[in-house]
């Protein structure tokens, strides 16, 4: 099972792949499912990877989740744009490794920088066709969702 926080106002606020990564993430994760501070759902492994590769958005209520197709995919137009967004994934992943460090979360950052960083942005197909991490994962290089790096 993987997770997902929502504030009050049921605004994404965090994905989780597994326990272990929520409670490294969000150790008081106990206060959102208590709906103190939020509220805490659990779907599928399927869902999560489909979130995680930004392919899909994901709705509360209250009661249901649900997913939904996203108003926006960035598919990068050109080499710039396509490197703009690399290096704003890799900000967000040095600030998760100062955060993180000497955790198993801060090797899987650390993989995902390194395959972002091995884009070779220059051999690419522009427009492209799918956003960041769905050209990753079609490559079979690990990736994080932007819901893990926030």
Known sequence: MAYVLFDLNYHTQLIAKNMDELNLRNSRWKVWQDKKVGHMVEISDTDFVLLQKGLKDINYDGKAVSLKDPVYIHYPQNAEDLQET?????????????????????????????????????????????????????????????????
Not at 141 to 149: D, F, N, R, W
């Open 86 to 150: 690399i290096d704003h994934l890799i900000k967000l992943i040095d600030s998760n490794l100062n955060k993180y460090k000497d955790t198993s979360f801060s090797t899987e950052l650390t993989n995902f920088k390194n395959n972002l960083q091995s884009i070779d942005t220059s051999s690419i197909t522009y427009p492209m066709t799918t956003n960041v991490m769905q050209y990753l994962s079609n490559q079979n290089k690990s990736i994080l969702g932007y819901l893990q790096l926030v």
